[in-house]
């Protein structure tokens, strides 16, 4: 009797689909695994030195139900994009990135290499795997792509600004890639978080009330994705404080320190 | 640096928050830092999970493994007990003990030992659990339970976070066939027949009962007797229900005597005489509050103190009468006042129950508030009885002592492995542990 309800099981479980996730081991992305493996569906997680992730994997596979595999990627590491895509088993569905990097501004006012990191990091990487993947859904007619951005690419300040400037290219890649996939059926979604309390900002001292935990944007993300919203600001307040931001005249902005 | 309190809003500290969930992170952060408290959801009312630095164990909260044959969970120790329900209850399991709320982490429930409606019959918290696995002031890590390192064990389960951090435990689950409770509540009219009405169902798996603590004279002790057990209907589906919020503290004059009384009258005045019956799930039954986000906010900014004290049985009556008519004298008192009758002690050194009854109720902070308590205090203490640590934050040292006689075995344990020297909280410091 228990070997047959395994097997109906295992069956079931097998029959659920699949969504990639990039950052893996980031606490949005994890939000987003918890969120979607209770949703019903199975996961790859993706991230560099994956080996950490096992006993999160684990973890899902007990509390859902779910397939849970770990697997490494370097979204810096271009070349081996498409080897990676190519290698997953089973079709995915959707494609979720977390991936980010919230790098040093002093430091890259002065090195290069550090600003090249956060534009490499927030921007082209990214880039290098939704085109795979971009090229693969609209091929199939289906999917869905979402790409965490951030409100720091909705206006350049001088706190930020080379990480909100490859936001912004982030952004503006996306809205691109969904006016591209809208007749194939693909959906894009860009999230803008403001604050959220994650490993990125601890320490930090952020605002309570405009402060976001990763399980909001994880059931934004999720809800995004079955209404077919396009943008999300999450938590939502942002949207209008940014709307405000984005309006200040630049000869107003520039004396500003915000 | 932020501000950091617990749920009864009181005190406030600003203290250091790290939020830590990998051994190995634990491991080195313990060893860096001076003196730490390990802090869980914050679902205890007064400072015992507060310091100058505290470690959020919370995000430590993933499920290990399940054996469906046992009932055995191995789970770390940042997982609330809703996490547990939400994977147990479709798989027709449920928590072998449980308190009044199902946000709280299974390391708070540990650190608490905390008991729930069916103390009389199955004990506290620490009976269920199977081992776990405790993080030493020196880096080590040691895996106790009833037959392995049993002092560590004795110590860590009520230690109220004293002795280390706990990172994960084995718990056994009951099983059940429905997410259903017939509750059967019966209506007292005085204390007397309140103890009756205890007495009479002690064999009922749960038990609780709501008492007027405003009511005077005749009315004195009043209550509404719960009791209940699961049935066997089959149905295991579990969708935690919707919340309501409390958006911003009510302002302080909204709960005055008045006020109370009006609704503990209206409270226990909608309920039939005698004894009724009816289904209901075991969210309703077990996590009433739950329901309300913040709920303590209607306390006001100051913030309040539930006041939970427990007598020796033999003691019970009398002492619960002198001290039900020193508050409705006062004319302090709340809503959420709760009366139960306790089971037989266990053998931990810090745990609370002792066989006997227990009242918990909630005081807004105000004038005059702590001089009650303190005589409060007094009444408790002289009748053999004790004061409960994890809604406690205003207790003096040797009201606290003459409650708990095994401190000193408690105390020399923190010594030997040097725990006073890294673990403390400012309840710990207050009560001298
Ligand atoms: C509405 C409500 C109803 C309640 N009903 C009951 C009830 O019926 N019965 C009952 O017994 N209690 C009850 N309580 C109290 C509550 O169960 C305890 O205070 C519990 O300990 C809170 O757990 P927490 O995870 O929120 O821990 P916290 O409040 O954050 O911490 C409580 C204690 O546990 C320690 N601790 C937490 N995690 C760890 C860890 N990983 N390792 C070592 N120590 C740790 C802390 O240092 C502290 O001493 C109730 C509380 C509320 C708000
Ligand atoms: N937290 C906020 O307030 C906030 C606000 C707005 C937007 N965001 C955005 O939200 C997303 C999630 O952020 P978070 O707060 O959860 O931060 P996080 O923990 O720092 O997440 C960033 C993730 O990106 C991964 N990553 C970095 N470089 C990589 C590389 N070369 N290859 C593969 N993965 C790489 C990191 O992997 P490792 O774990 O291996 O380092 C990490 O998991 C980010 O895109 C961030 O920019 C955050």
Request: net charge positive; glycine share 8%.
């Given at each position: 009797?228990k070997?047959?309800t395994?097997?109906?099981?295992n069956?079931?479980?097998?029959?659920?689909?699949?969504?990639?996730?990039?950052g893996?081991?980031?606490d949005v992305a994890?939000?987003?695994?918890?969120k979607?493996?209770?949703?019903?569906?199975?996961?790859y997680?993706?991230?560099?030195?994956s080996?950490t992730?096992?006993?999160f994997?684990s973890?899902l596979?007990l509390?859902?139900e779910?397939h849970?595999?770990?697997l490494?990627?370097?979204?810096?590491d271009?070349?081996?994009?498409?080897f990676?895509?190519?290698?997953?088993?089973?079709?995915?569905i959707?494609?979720?990135?977390?991936?980010?990097?919230?790098?040093?501004?002093k430091?890259?006012?002065?090195?290069?290499?550090?600003a090249?990191?956060?534009i490499?990091?927030?921007?082209?990487?990214i880039?290098?795997?939704?085109?795979?993947?971009?090229?693969?859904?609209?091929?199939?007619?289906?999917?869905?792509?979402?790409?965490?951005?951030?409100?720091?690419?909705?206006?350049?300040?001088k706190?930020?600004?080379?990480?909100g400037?490859?936001?912004?290219?982030?952004s503006?890649?996306?809205?691109?890639?969904?006016?591209?996939?809208?007749?194939?059926?693909?959906h894009?979604?860009?999230?803008?978080?403001?604050?959220?309390?994650?490993k990125?900002?601890?320490?930090l001292?952020?605002p309570k009330r405009?402060?976001?935990?990763?399980?909001?944007?994880?059931?934004?993300?999720?809800?995004?994705q079955?209404k077919?919203?396009?943008?999300?600001?999450?938590?939502?307040?942002?949207?209008?404080?940014?709307?405000?931001?984005?309006?200040?005249?630049e000869?107003q902005?520039?004396?500003?320190?915000? | 640096m932020?501000?950091?309190?617990?749920?009864?809003?009181?005190?406030?500290?600003n203290?250091?928050t790290?939020?830590?969930?990998?051994?190995?992170?634990l491991?080195?952060?313990i060893?860096?830092?001076?003196?730490?408290?390990?802090?869980?959801?914050?679902?205890?009312?007064?400072d015992?999970?507060?310091?100058?630095?505290?470690?959020?164990i919370k995000?430590?909260?993933?499920?290990?493994n399940f054996?469906?044959d046992?009932?055995?969970l191995?789970?770390?120790?940042?997982?609330?007990?809703?996490e547990?329900l939400?994977?147990?209850?479709p798989?027709?399991?449920?928590?072998?003990?449980?308190p009044?709320?199902?946000?709280?982490?299974?390391?708070?429930a540990?650190?608490?030992?905390?008991?729930g409606k069916?103390?009389?019959?199955?004990?506290?918290f620490?009976e269920?659990?199977?081992?776990?696995?405790?993080?030493?002031?020196?880096?080590?890590?040691?895996?106790?339970?009833?037959?392995?390192?049993?002092?560590?064990?004795?110590a860590?389960?009520?230690?109220?976070?004293?002795?280390?951090?706990?990172?994960?435990?084995?718990?056994?689950?009951?099983?059940?066939?429905s997410?259903?409770?017939?509750?059967?509540?019966?209506?007292?009219?005085n204390?007397k027949?309140?103890?009756?009405?205890f007495?009479?169902?002690?064999?009922?798996?749960?038990?609780?009962?709501?008492i007027?603590?405003?009511?005077?004279?005749?009315?004195?002790?009043?209550?509404?007797?719960?009791v209940?057990?699961?049935t066997?209907d089959?149905?295991?589906?579990f969708?935690?229900?919707?919340?309501?919020?409390?958006p911003?503290?009510?302002?302080?004059f909204?709960?005055?005597?008045?006020?109370?009384k009006?609704?503990?009258?209206?409270?226990?005045?909608?309920v039939?005489?005698?004894?009724?019956?009816?289904l209901?799930?075991?969210?309703?039954?077990?996590?009433?509050?739950d329901?309300?986000?913040?709920?303590n906010?209607?306390?006001?900014?100051?913030?309040?103190i539930?006041y939970?004290?427990?007598?020796?049985?033999?003691n019970?009556y009398?002492?619960?009468?002198?001290?039900?008519?020193?508050i409705?004298s006062?004319g302090?008192?709340?809503?959420l006042?709760?009366l139960k009758?306790y089971?037989?002690?266990?053998?931990?050194?810090?745990?609370?129950?002792?066989?006997g009854?227990?009242?918990?109720l909630?005081?807004?902070?105000?004038?005059?508030l702590?001089?009650?308590?303190?005589?409060l205090d007094?009444?408790?203490v002289?009748?053999?009885?004790?004061?409960?640590?994890?809604?406690?934050?205003?207790?003096?040292?040797d009201t606290?002592?003459?409650g708990y006689p095994k401190?000193?075995?408690f105390r020399n344990?923190?010594?030997?492995y040097?725990?006073?020297?890294k673990?403390?909280?400012?309840?710990?410091k207050?009560?001298g542990i």
């Amino acid at each position: 009797m228990k070997n047959l309800t395994q097997f109906n099981l295992n069956d079931l479980v097998s029959k659920k689909e699949y969504v990639l996730i990039i950052g893996a081991k980031s606490d949005v992305a994890m939000a987003v695994a918890r969120k979607y493996a209770k949703e019903g569906f199975n996961l790859y997680l993706a991230s560099r030195n994956s080996d950490t992730l096992e006993e999160f994997a684990s973890d899902l596979k007990l509390r859902y139900e779910c397939h849970a595999q770990c697997l490494e990627l370097d979204i810096l590491d271009y070349s081996s994009h498409q080897f990676f895509y190519d290698q997953l088993k089973e079709e995915v569905i959707g494609v979720i990135s977390a991936v980010g990097y919230l790098g040093d501004q002093k430091i890259s006012e002065k090195e290069f290499m550090e600003a090249s990191k956060l534009i490499d990091t927030n921007f082209t990487g990214i880039v290098s795997l939704f085109n795979i993947i971009a090229l693969d859904f609209e091929q199939r007619k289906s999917g869905f792509i979402c790409g965490i951005s951030s409100v720091a690419g909705d206006r350049g300040r001088k706190k930020n600004y080379i990480y909100g400037a490859a936001k912004a290219a982030l952004s503006t890649y996306l809205s691109g890639l969904r006016n591209r996939l809208f007749s194939s059926g693909v959906h894009v979604i860009t999230v803008k978080p403001g604050f959220i309390a994650t490993k990125m900002t601890e320490g930090l001292d952020l605002p309570k009330r405009l402060t976001g935990t990763p399980e909001q944007v994880a059931s934004d993300i999720y809800n995004a994705q079955k209404k077919l919203t396009n943008v999300v600001y999450t938590i939502w307040i942002w949207r209008w404080i940014m709307l405000i931001i984005r309006n200040i005249p630049e000869w107003q902005f520039k004396k500003m320190n915000i | 640096m932020s501000n950091t309190k617990s749920w009864g809003n009181y005190p406030k500290v600003n203290a250091k928050t790290v939020i830590i969930s990998e051994t190995h992170r634990l491991k080195s952060f313990i060893k860096k830092e001076e003196e730490i408290i390990a802090y869980g959801n914050g679902r205890s009312y007064g400072d015992s999970a507060i310091n100058d630095t505290i470690v959020c164990i919370k995000p430590k909260n993933y499920f290990l493994n399940f054996d469906d044959d046992l009932g055995l969970l191995h789970i770390q120790a940042g997982a609330l007990l809703t996490e547990i329900l939400e994977f147990s209850v479709p798989r027709g399991w449920f928590l072998k003990v449980t308190p009044g709320t199902k946000l709280i982490t299974v390391g708070g429930a540990i650190a608490s030992d905390v008991h729930g409606k069916n103390h009389h019959i199955e004990g506290c918290f620490s009976e269920c659990v199977a081992m776990l696995n405790l993080l030493l002031p020196s880096g080590e890590i040691v895996s106790c339970s009833k037959t392995e390192n049993i002092e560590l064990f004795r110590a860590t389960c009520g230690g109220m976070g004293l002795t280390g951090i706990i990172l994960d435990a084995k718990i056994y689950l009951k099983k059940i066939e429905s997410r259903f409770i017939k509750q059967k509540t019966i209506k007292t009219k005085n204390l007397k027949e309140t103890f009756e009405a205890f007495e009479k169902y002690k064999n009922k798996p749960y038990s609780v009962a709501w008492i007027d603590c405003l009511a005077k004279n005749d009315k004195m002790g009043r209550s509404l007797l719960m009791v209940g057990d699961f049935t066997n209907d089959g149905r295991l589906d579990f969708i935690p229900k919707k919340k309501v919020n409390v958006p911003f503290f009510f302002p302080s004059f909204i709960l005055n005597t008045l006020s109370v009384k009006i609704f503990n009258t209206f409270y226990y005045m909608k309920v039939k005489d005698g004894i009724t019956e009816k289904l209901v799930d075991f969210e309703t039954f077990f996590y009433p509050l739950d329901s309300i986000n913040n709920w303590n906010r209607i306390y006001g900014r100051n913030g309040f103190i539930q006041y939970q004290f427990i007598l020796p049985k033999r003691n019970s009556y009398e002492g619960l009468e002198e001290i039900l008519k020193s508050i409705a004298s006062s004319g302090k008192g709340s809503f959420l006042s709760v009366l139960k009758l306790y089971g037989k002690e266990n053998g931990n050194f810090l745990s609370f129950p002792i066989e006997g009854y227990s009242l918990a109720l909630d005081f807004k902070i105000e004038k005059g508030l702590f001089e009650l308590l303190n005589k409060l205090d007094e009444i408790v203490v002289n009748r053999g009885g004790r004061i409960y640590l994890a809604k406690d934050a205003r207790v003096a040292k040797d009201t606290f002592e003459k409650g708990y006689p095994k401190i000193e075995i408690f105390r020399n344990i923190r010594k030997k492995y040097k725990m006073n020297e890294k673990f403390n909280s400012i309840q710990s410091k207050r009560l001298g542990i």
